[in-house]
Every structure is written in C-alpha cells, then in structure tokens.
C-alpha cells in the first residue's frame, strides 16, 4: 500500500477541479495546471476530495504511480494557490545578476552576459546576490532554477558561481596545500 497515494486531497477553496477523460485539469488564483492522467490510474473526485486508486494495488508499478499521482496532484492544489519559489545564491567576485524587464542578465565570468528569459508563469526577482524563481508549477520552478545554475556551477575550489541557497559546496584543498603537508 502507497502511504501517499492512500491520502486524500482536498480542494481548498477558491480552486476548481474538473476531470476529463484522461486529464485533470485545476484552476486556482495563479493559474491553471493540466495533468494527464495514466491507464493504470482513476481519480474520483466527490466533496471537494480527490482520491487516487491504481488499477491494482500488488502490481508494483502500480502502486508506484499511485503515489506520483497522489502527490502530483497535490502540489498542483499547493501550487495554484500558494505558489512554489527557489532560491539561488551567486558567489564570487564581479558575478552579478540583474533584471531587464523580466528577463534575467547574469554575468558569471564570461565575456558575455548570460540572458535568460522566463517561460510563462514564472518571475525572477534579483535582491542582492540572490536570485528568486517564483511559480504556480512546481516542476517548471525547479527546471527553470537548475538551468540558471548550470550556467556556473559552484567551483569546489573557490566556492564561486551559482548554487542553491540551502546547497552545501564542499571545499576542496587545492595544490598549494598538497605541497604544504609534503
């Protein structure tokens, strides 16, 4: 049994579920999300509750789905309403970002600066060092904030370039202390 997908989600209110065929659609106060539902699961949807079953509960594969699914749904109830945000820090010196418009400038060391433009649904906001991805797709937040960092990876040696607020870089010694200890 899928502790998960054994949970039942509830619409809170101010947010519209409705289920086609083979998708499920909500609306809520930031937007709308579309998710296509598998074969192998239903969703009923009665009270304001949506429940997810899978096809059967010994097929292994199954169960797995029951529990993507249940959460799945979930975090698209979270996200028309609340809304997910990351946070990236950019570490080093001369690295900067800035906004024009919406769009994000980086400039991380190359000898260009690195333009990103947010998809629909999306905002950066740039404070600082800190650049803040904002959404109603949790999926889309998280894509979005991994393609700003793999611009700069965060070096191990110098612990610069664009990393995660809560990431931890671990250091590495470099030449320099290898000679020291010889």
């Not at 190359?110 to 959404?135: D, L, M, Q, R, Y």
């Amino acid at each position: 049994m899928s502790r998960i997908g054994k949970k039942e989600i509830a619409i809170p209110t101010g947010v519209t579920a409705s289920l086609n065929q083979d998708e499920l659609l909500i609306k809520g106060p930031k937007g709308e999300l579309r998710l296509k539902i598998h074969p192998h699961i239903t969703i009923s949807m009665e009270n304001g509750i949506i429940r997810v079953t899978p096809l059967s509960e010994k097929d292994k594969s199954d169960r797995a789905l029951w529990g993507t699914f249940s959460k799945l749904i979930s975090n698209m109830t979270q996200g028309v309403t609340v809304g997910f945000k990351k946070q990236l820090e950019i570490n080093g010196v001369g690295f900067k970002a800035n906004l024009k418009g919406s769009d994000l400038i980086l400039e991380v060391g190359f000898s260009h600066s690195v333009e990103i433009k947010p998809p629909a649904g999306i905002k950066f906001t740039v404070e600082k060092n800190i650049i803040t991805i904002e959404g109603f797709d949790k999926q889309l937040v998280g894509e979005i904030a991994a393609q700003i960092r793999k611009k700069r990876k965060p070096d191990p040696y110098k612990a610069k370039g664009i990393k995660y607020i809560d990431e931890i870089v671990k250091r590495k010694a470099g030449k320099t202390a290898a000679k020291a200890a010889a």
